[in-house]
C-alpha cells in the first residue's frame, strides 16, 4: 500500500501515472473515498504529454456504479473513455470504436460483435486454452528448476498464455501473432517508456496520440488484408464471423480489430499475472484453493476484485448534475476508479483480506452497465483455468522472489514482470 494519508490533508493525486509505477495508491483511494468521494483531479504535464483540464475522480463503489450504469448523463462519445483529451482532430475517428459509443448506436454495434464472440465459440477453446496453460507453466517450473528455482511467470507464462489465446480465438496466423503484442505494448504502454520505446513526435513537438488514425494505419491495413483472406479462406472464428457479416462496414470491422486485439490481449494480460502474485503472497488461500477448499469460479472474481485489470474509465458530462452532494458541470470530465471501488469497506468487508469465497462479490472490474466487458466470459475462462492448472503444476511452495515489474498507468493495471520461487516440493 502507498504511504498513509493524514485525514486533514490536501486532496491526494492519484493522476499521476509514474506513482502506479510504485503500486496502486490504496491509502490515497481510502482517503478520497472518506472525505472526498467525487474529487477534483488536476492534470499537469507528465512523461512528456501535455496537460490537461482536470477531471472528477470517483472513488466509491456506488458512485462508481451509478456513472457506469447512466450513460445518459455520463458519456462515453462526447470525449471518449480516456482521462486524457484526444486531439480534436482524432475524435471523430475515435468515436468510431464501441468503447468510445453511447447507446443507441453502441447497441448496435455491440450485437454485430456479439454474433462472433459467442459464448459456444468461446467454450470450443477451453481445452487447447488448458493444454497450453499446462504446458507454459511446466516449462517455466522446468527452466526454474535447472536454474536458480525462479522464473519470471510474465515473461515465461501470462505474456504468452493471453495473447496466444487470443489469437487463436480471432483467427491470427501463427506467423503474424508478435504483431499483436507489438501493438498492444504501443497502445496500452504508451506512458510506459520501457513498452513504448521514444514516442514519436508530431510537428509541435509534442508526443503522438497512439490512438490517432496515423499511429493505427499498420493495424487497419493488416486487419483488412486478415479480413480478406477470411473471406476466401473462411474458419470457425471471431475475425471470419466479422469478415463475413453484411452489415458491418469497413471502418467498423477496423475498429472491432482494434477493440479486440488491444482490450482483448490486455485484460487477461493484466489479471493473470495480478492473481498470481496475489496467490503467492497469501501462501494460506493459494493452499485453500489446491485443497479444494475454495472453488475457482469464486476464486477468479475475489482476485479480479483485488487486482482490476483496468485502473480508470472517464466518462464526459452530458449535463449539469450532482454526484455525492458534488456539482459537476456540463463538459467536465468524470473517471471512475475500478481498484477504488473494488476495496470500497462499505460495500466489502475487510476489502484488503483475499477471501476466496467471498459473497456476494459485486466488484467492477469487468464494468458495468451498457458498457460491461464484452469478453468477460472469455476472460474468465482463461484465468479460471490458469489457475487450475497453477494448483497442478507449481509447488505448494510458490512464493514471490522479488518485487513484481509494474506498469507506469494509470489505466492499465500491468505487471511487466513477476519473479517467483518455484522450486519448492508438490
Request: with cysteine; hydrophobic share 40%.
Amino acid at each position: 500500500m502507498s504511504a498513509h494519508v493524514a485525514p486533514g490533508a490536501p486532496v491526494p493525486d492519484v493522476f499521476d501515472p509514474r506513482q502506479y509505477g510504485q503500486g496502486v495508491p490504496h491509502d490515497r483511494y481510502r482517503h478520497l473515498r472518506d472525505h472526498h468521494p467525487v474529487a477534483w483531479q488536476e492534470e499537469p504535464e507528465v512523461l512528456g504529454w501535455p496537460a490537461g483540464p482536470g477531471f472528477w475522480a470517483v472513488t466509491r463503489h456506488e458512485d462508481v456504479v451509478r456513472v457506469l450504469k447512466d450513460s445518459a448523463t455520463y458519456s462515453s462519445y462526447l470525449g471518449a473513455t480516456q482521462i486524457r483529451d484526444p486531439d480534436p482532430a482524432d475524435l471523430p475517428f475515435i468515436r468510431r470504436m464501441m468503447l468510445n459509443q453511447d447507446p443507441p448506436h453502441h447497441r448496435r454495434l455491440r450485437v454485430l460483435v456479439s454474433r462472433a464472440f459467442t459464448p459456444k465459440r468461446v467454450d470450443r477453446f477451453a481445452e487447447v486454452v488448458r493444454e497450453r496453460a499446462r504446458s507454459l507453466l511446466t516449462g517455466a517450473v522446468a527452466e526454474a528448476r535447472s536454474g536458480d528455482g525462479t522464473c519470471d511467470l510474465v515473461a515465461r507464462v501470462t505474456d504468452d498464455y493471453a495473447l496466444l489465446n487470443l489469437t487463436d480465438l480471432l483467427g491470427v496466423p501463427d506467423t503474424d501473432r508478435a504483431l499483436l503484442l507489438h501493438w498492444t505494448r504501443r497502445v496500452i504502454g504508451y506512458q510506459d517508456p520501457d513498452e513504448a520505446g521514444t514516442p514519436s513526435l508530431g510537428p509541435d513537438g509534442a508526443p503522438v496520440d497512439p490512438r490517432s488514425p496515423s499511429s493505427l494505419r499498420d493495424m487497419f491495413d493488416y486487419a483488412h488484408a486478415l479480413a480478406a483472406h477470411k473471406r476466401r479462406h473462411p474458419a470457425d472464428d471471431v475475425l471470419t464471423a466479422l469478415a463475413t457479416d453484411p452489415e458491418l462496414t469497413a471502418p467498423e470491422l477496423e475498429m472491432f480489430f482494434f477493440l479486440l486485439v488491444v482490450a482483448g490481449n490486455d485484460t487477461v494480460r493484466s489479471a493473470a499475472p495480478g492473481g498470481l502474485h496475489l496467490l503467492a503472497e497469501n501462501p494460506e488461500a493459494y493452499g485453500r484453493l489446491r485443497d479444494g477448499e475454495a472453488g475457482f469460479m469464486g476464486a477468479v472474481d475475489e482476485l479480479l476484485r483485488r487486482h482490476p485489470p483496468v485502473l480508470t474509465f472517464r466518462r464526459t458530462a452530458r449535463e449539469d448534475t450532482l454526484l455525492a452532494d458534488t456539482r459537476i458541470r456540463a463538459g467536465d470530465k468524470v473517471v471512475v476508479f475500478h481498484a477504488s471501488a473494488n476495496h470500497d469497506e462499505r460495500v466489502f468487508p475487510t476489502p484488503f483480506t483475499l477471501n476466496l469465497t467471498r459473497t456476494p462479490n459485486p466488484h467492477v472490474s469487468f464494468g458495468d452497465g451498457p458498457h460491461v466487458c464484452l469478453g468477460a466470459h472469455f476472460a474468465r475462462l482463461q484465468l479460471r483455468v490458469l489457475y487450475e492448472e497453477a494448483c497442478h503444476v507449481l509447488p505448494a511452495s510458490l512464493e514471490p522472489a522479488g518485487s513484481p515489474g509494474r506498469l507506469v498507468s494509470n489505466f492499465i493495471n500491468g505487471l511487466k514482470s513477476l519473479p517467483v520461487r518455484v522450486g519448492g516440493a508438490w
